[in-house]
């Protein structure tokens, strides 16, 4: 008798085995994640739940074809901030969502953060079954209910429940148009489980998104052209550059070397530019540098062009006469902005890169000899010009243990490549990053000085610069999803995600979703077994010392427990020890959990004179 042949089942041959996925008709739900393709949107980040789970089968469909699939998250502010991180890199709307009730009110705190920094973002959010409203359904957050809509209302640029499958295309073109355009933010659109579930109105996409939420290239003409005049006059104008500028820093940087004009940027503006640019004169503002300070405060100066910025209490250093005089000239994108410098010379409104070109193509002739008469010597661009700037050059370069954070933003600037991604955390991070980080061999322009052409081989990749950080709202724990966002756009280069321990326990969760997603975030943690900020307040303010201590934590432990590589540091020696090419080569995530001297102070005068504190 024949043995009969044994069959080796292999996941291969069950997967031809099994029948075809039955075609069933499109939803509502395959409808939005249709137009997250043509946006050229890879990730949804977000928290499962039942309420939105038709968006998550419409993604697994997707994502089976190659389109947008979900990032799971884990915690919906996270997702929210891994959006965040993933806009700047990108320039593309981040998308994030989460379910109903506890879901979405999860979310709240990133989105108010994308929305006070001018970040667009989709926010898509579920809710119960609309016969079910007002039922007290598990986790019911309609009108009848706890009202996120109503909460969402504060911190969106649109916000609206989409009732009826009619209306999806509507709404969505509706919000995708403001997250795009001047001012920009955050969207949020809420769901019902029917109406997310239901047969698509379309059985395609209606219309094309790139004729609708374009960048508009419009200006006012008239006061570009006052400028220019202004310009023709002034005999020491100086520039600000904010962080509203990226598409239009080349044009500016070209305009600046044209005229020879020195600048100085705003803490957001910071990563925007090379810390080595000749022209470059520091940071204005928060934690800032006193060259810039001195730079504007001279008498002789007679026109200052603040360019894309908020003038917030950061960017304005607390709303200092220094910037808020009559020498300004206010030059940006939105409305809300400009209404903020009242006491300005002018306004000028429009696309800040448009603006620019404009005002290349007519600086010649005359204004290059002007520019000549006021030329100034200056130094060649050189990683050692940093000592000129920082308050504190010993610490600095300090050999110091347990080592201080001047020396640690040192090596940080000095050890990673310069495609590197750095995101400063709100808190002590920030501060030290924002007043000592300084990476060399950046380009010091990106666009021919000739001013007739835009050099494409030379164009950014991103509007998001080397140096990323929140202002305004500023939450705890935004750098460490926002890294993490960052990556997933981006895997080619290493990001660096500087923040606290404080942040860490309130928002590192998220390190276990940089390792299932196999990115390379290297998560820089400045321990000092405190709320840094916090601390170092109370003792400035001369307050009551409390609630700010955080217990001693071995967090490269927690690091390798989450199957991340983690390693304790502790001087300049244990840095150098490390392989740093390899570290940025690995596909996963590292934590150097980096015990820092508690008794440093960050550069934070500023925070404390707004505060009523004389420091």
């Avoid at 400063?424 to 061999?441: C, K, R, T």
């Avoid at 290297?522 to 601390?535: C, P, R, S, T």
Wanted: hydrophobic share 40%; proline share 7%; glycine share 10%.
């Amino acid at each position: 008798m024949t043995k009969p042949k044994l069959t080796v089942v292999t996941e291969t041959t069950v997967e031809l085995l099994r029948k075809p996925e039955t075609q069933e008709a499109p939803q509502v739900a395959d409808l939005i994640v249709a137009y997250l393709e043509q946006l050229g949107v890879e990730y949804v980040f977000g928290v499962p739940g039942g309420a939105i789970e038709p968006l998550y089968n419409a993604l697994a469909r997707s994502s089976r074809r190659g389109g947008p699939r979900p990032f799971l998250a884990r915690h919906e502010a996270g997702a929210a901030f891994m959006a965040d991180g993933y806009t700047r890199e990108t320039g593309r709307i981040g998308v994030c969502c989460a379910t109903s009730g506890p879901g979405a009110t999860n979310l709240i705190t990133g989105v108010a953060c994308a929305f006070d920094n001018a970040i667009p973002m989709l926010v898509i959010t579920g809710q119960p079954s609309l016969p079910s409203f007002g039922k007290r359904a598990l986790q019911e957050s309609a009108c009848t209910g706890i009202n996120t809509l109503g909460m969402f209302r504060h911190c969106t640029r649109y916000d609206s429940l989409v009732s009826h499958p009619d209306q999806v295309e509507t709404k969505l073109m509706t919000a995708l148009q403001r997250a795009a355009r001047a001012p920009r933010g955050p969207v949020h659109l809420s769901f019902p489980l029917d109406i997310m579930k239901s047969p698509s109105p379309v059985p395609q996409p209606s219309y094309h998104l790139d004729s609708i939420i374009h960048t508009s290239s419009m200006f006012d003409v008239d006061a570009t052209d006052q400028l220019h005049e202004l310009l023709q006059r002034a005999r020491k104008p100086r520039l600000v550059i904010g962080g509203w500028c990226g598409e239009a820093v080349g044009a500016i940087l070209q305009f600046a070397v044209l005229l020879d004009i020195p600048f100085v940027t705003t803490p957001d503006g910071k990563g925007l530019v090379s810390p080595q640019h000749p022209l470059n004169r520091g940071v204005f503002g928060f934690a800032g540098h006193t060259a810039a300070r001195e730079l504007l405060n001279d008498e002789t100066v007679d026109l200052v062009l603040a360019i894309g910025t908020s003038m917030n209490e950061w960017t304005s250093s607390g709303w200092s006469g220094t910037l808020l005089n009559e020498n300004l000239v206010h030059i940006d994108e939105s409305a809300e902005h400009l209404a903020r410098s009242p006491m300005a010379r002018l306004h000028v409104r429009g696309r800040i890169l448009t603006i620019f070109d404009r005002l290349i193509e007519r600086a010649r002739g005359a204004d290059a000899k002007l520019a000549a008469d006021r030329r100034m010597p200056r130094p060649a661009p050189t990683p050692e010009n940093q000592d000129a700037l920082v308050a504190a050059p010993d610490k600095y370069h300090s050999d110091a243990s347990p080592l201080t954070p001047q020396r640690l933003m040192c090596e940080l600037g000095r050890l990673f490549p310069p495609t590197t991604r750095f995101l400063a955390d709100a808190g002590n991070s920030v501060a030290w990053a924002i007043h000592y980080l300084a990476p060399a061999d950046r380009r010091l322009a990106e666009r021919r000085l000739g001013g007739r052409r835009k050099q494409n081989s030379g164009r950014r990749r991103t509007d998001g610069g080397w140096l990323r950080l929140t202002m305004d709202f500023a939450p705890m724990g935004w750098a460490i999803g926002g890294a993490v966002g960052t990556a997933a756009a981006n895997r080619k280069a290493p990001v660096v995600c500087i923040t606290g321990d404080g942040s860490l326990m309130m928002n590192g969760q998220e390190l276990s979703a940089a390792v299932a997603e196999g990115l390379t975030v290297i998560f820089v943690i400045l321990n000092d077994g405190a709320l840094g900020m916090v601390k170092h307040g109370q003792r400035l303010a001369g307050a009551e010392r409390i609630g700010y201590q955080l217990p001693p934590t071995d967090f490269a432990a927690i690091a390798r427990a989450m199957g991340a590589h983690g390693y304790r540091i502790d001087s300049p020696q244990d840095l150098a020890k490390l392989d740093i090419a390899a570290i940025c080569r690995r596909r996963g995530p590292t934590l150097l959990d980096v015990h820092i001297d508690e008794d440093e102070v960050p550069p934070m005068n500023l925070r404390m004179q707004v505060l009523g504190t004389d420091v």
